[in-house]
């Protein structure tokens, strides 16, 4: 491939990660160019389209329409719901498309082999969008500990404070908060993190338990003669979960973001507030059609002995994700902003800033948005697929990891991961 052209993408589905990955192509104009977008709902497709100045013949409705056009790019991007990738990623591949797909790739392990064969067959590129293993402060990390400077490691604890009104939003009022319409919440939210873990320990997952469920956000938790929706209920003055104090400060700040926009696409007070009265964004927490747990642990014991543990808190102060590990040299302290490295022998700390995640695009997930959609360019425009960290049959461990720990919570028992891969 001629490493000098511009590599050129469709995107599937143009919703929050969509329109992202949209935006940052803007950011490298020498080595991509949206080429043309499929989504159904016309303010996000109309949108791109316009942004990316798009020929009407490349705007479609739905990606089934320009799968049957002959192949007119390098790649697709697939971020279409949960639910929604299996398809579309097996035909564009088998037409010979590369692939950047938005985690998880699929809710069963099936389908997640399924995409993988395909992709493998057919000689795609297919990367999956874990974009945690390319941000900065995670490469850092990575350097310092294959600099020795804390020895062998031991053990990891991590965690991923998912934010009061964050979980509220998506996985109790929101898309993701019924398994059979999406997957379940550790999938879903926290493949991120299992994936993370595996990469910073840099060795094979052995065995793996689970505990968690949907303890709090539950019918019987409704107060005394609270009313099934925000705008009719005497406690939501007093609630930390109201949704009229989140949409509508966010619309009186003029904040628009994936989670205004998933609410309402013409940002006013008036549709801020029909869309509480009528939509699902406006319901009690406490009597919503949820089933997904609101709080998990994962633990997990890698070859060599070495142990981590995971927690995703629900119910929590939105923040950082916070990571220990301990080594047997030295322990490092992280939150994707600073690390905190401690020397036994020395009995020193040192401080290593990194520059803070804000709303600026290209620092999206600690910068982990940008350098994966730029690794996946790079890797067509060389050839060259050893620049993707997150290749398929990697992000296929992965997503085995995910399904064992949901396996041993539902079977309350130690799942062995070998239970889940196929005989070599």
Same mark, same amino acid.
């Given at each position: @491939?001629?490493?000098?052209?511009?590599?050129?993408?469709?995107?599937?589905? &143009?919703?929050?990660?969509?329109?992202?990955?949209?935006?940052?192509?803007?950011?490298?104009?020498?080595?991509?160019?949206?080429?043309?977008?499929?989504? %159904?709902?016309?303010?996000?497709?109309?949108?791109?389209?316009? +942004?990316?100045?798009?020929?009407?013949?490349?705007?479609?409705?739905?990606?089934?329409?320009? $799968?049957?056009?002959?192949?007119?790019?390098?790649?697709? $991007?697939?971020?279409?719901?949960? !639910?929604?990738?299996? +398809?579309?990623?097996?035909?564009?591949?088998?037409?010979?498309?590369?692939?950047?797909? +938005?985690?998880?790739?699929? %809710?069963?392990?099936?389908?997640? !082999?399924?995409?993988?064969?395909?992709?493998?067959?057919?000689?795609?590129?297919?990367?999956?969008?874990?974009? @945690?293993?390319?941000?900065?402060?995670?490469?850092?990390?990575?350097?310092?500990?294959?600099?020795?400077?804390?020895?062998?490691?031991?053990?990891?604890?991590?965690?991923?404070?998912?934010?009061?009104?964050? /979980?509220?939003?998506?996985?109790?009022?929101?898309?993701?908060?019924?398994?059979?319409?999406?997957?379940?919440?550790?999938?879903?939210?926290?493949?991120?993190?299992?994936?993370?873990? &595996?990469?910073?320990?840099?060795?094979?997952?052995?065995?793996?338990? =689970?505990?968690?469920? !949907?303890?709090?956000?539950?019918?019987?938790?409704?107060?005394?003669?609270?009313?099934?929706? *925000?705008?009719?209920?005497?406690?939501? %003055?007093? *609630?930390?979960?109201?949704?009229? !104090? /989140?949409?509508?400060?966010? *619309?009186?700040?003029?904040?628009?973001?994936?989670?205004?926009?998933?609410? $309402?696409?013409?940002?006013?007070?008036?549709?801020?507030?029909?869309?509480?009265?009528?939509?699902?964004?406006?319901?009690?927490?406490?009597?919503?059609?949820?089933?997904?747990?609101?709080?998990?642990?994962? =633990? @997990?014991?890698?070859?060599?002995? &070495?142990?981590?543990?995971?927690?995703?808190?629900? *119910?929590?102060?939105?923040?950082?994700?916070?990571?220990?590990?301990?080594?047997?040299?030295?322990?490092?302290?992280?939150?994707?902003?600073?690390?905190?490295?401690?020397?036994?022998?020395?009995?020193?700390?040192?401080?290593?800033?990194?520059?803070?995640?804000?709303?600026?695009?290209?620092?999206?997930?600690?910068?982990?948005?940008? $350098?994966?959609?730029?690794?996946?360019?790079?890797?067509?425009?060389?050839?060259?697929?050893?620049?993707?960290?997150?290749?398929?049959?990697?992000?296929?461990?992965?997503?085995? @990891?995910? /399904?064992?720990? +949901?396996? =041993?919570?539902?079977?309350?028992?130690?799942?062995?991961?070998?239970?889940?891969?196929?005989?070599?």
């Amino acid at each position: @491939m001629n490493k000098g052209r511009k590599i050129s993408l469709i995107i599937l589905g &143009a919703g929050g990660r969509g329109t992202i990955y949209a935006n940052l192509v803007k950011t490298m104009p020498e080595k991509a160019e949206v080429a043309a977008v499929a989504e %159904p709902r016309t303010f996000f497709r109309e949108r791109i389209a316009r +942004e990316h100045n798009l020929k009407p013949g490349n705007v479609f409705k739905d990606w089934q329409e320009a $799968v049957k056009r002959p192949k007119f790019a390098d790649a697709v $991007v697939i971020t279409t719901q949960d !639910r929604m990738h299996l +398809e579309p990623a097996v035909a564009f591949a088998e037409l010979g498309y590369n692939i950047l797909i +938005e985690k998880p790739l699929a %809710p069963d392990a099936e389908s997640c !082999r399924k995409i993988v064969e395909t992709a493998r067959k057919n000689h795609v590129i297919l990367s999956a969008c874990h974009v @945690m293993r390319y941000a900065k402060y995670t490469q850092i990390l990575r350097n310092l500990i294959r600099s020795g400077s804390i020895g062998q490691i031991i053990s990891i604890e991590h965690l991923e404070p998912v934010g009061h009104w964050r /979980f509220a939003h998506s996985y109790v009022r929101g898309n993701w908060n019924r398994e059979a319409e999406s997957s379940s919440v550790l999938l879903a939210k926290s493949i991120h993190d299992l994936d993370w873990i &595996a990469y910073i320990m840099d060795r094979r997952c052995n065995l793996i338990s =689970s505990f968690g469920s !949907r303890m709090f956000f539950r019918r019987e938790n409704m107060p005394e003669g609270a009313a099934l929706r *925000c705008l009719d209920c005497k406690y939501e %003055p007093v *609630c930390p979960y109201s949704a009229p !104090r /989140f949409y509508l400060d966010r *619309c009186r700040r003029k904040q628009i973001d994936n989670y205004i926009e998933s609410v $309402v696409s013409t940002l006013t007070e008036e549709n801020i507030l029909d869309a509480m009265r009528n939509g699902p964004y406006g319901r009690c927490v406490y009597a919503c059609d949820n089933d997904v747990a609101d709080h998990q642990v994962v =633990s @997990m014991e890698f070859e060599g002995g &070495a142990t981590a543990v995971f927690t995703l808190a629900g *119910c929590s102060k939105y923040g950082d994700r916070r990571t220990t590990l301990f080594g047997s040299a030295g322990e490092i302290r992280c939150d994707g902003r600073k690390i905190e490295l401690y020397s036994y022998l020395r009995d020193r700390t040192s401080e290593i800033d990194i520059e803070p995640e804000n709303s600026n695009l290209e620092t999206h997930h600690g910068g982990g948005d940008k $350098v994966c959609l730029e690794s996946f360019v790079d890797a067509l425009r060389e050839n060259d697929p050893s620049k993707i960290v997150s290749d398929a049959e990697v992000s296929l461990e992965t997503h085995r @990891m995910v /399904f064992a720990a +949901e396996l =041993s919570r539902l079977e309350k028992r130690t799942v062995r991961m070998d239970e889940l891969r196929s005989p070599s």
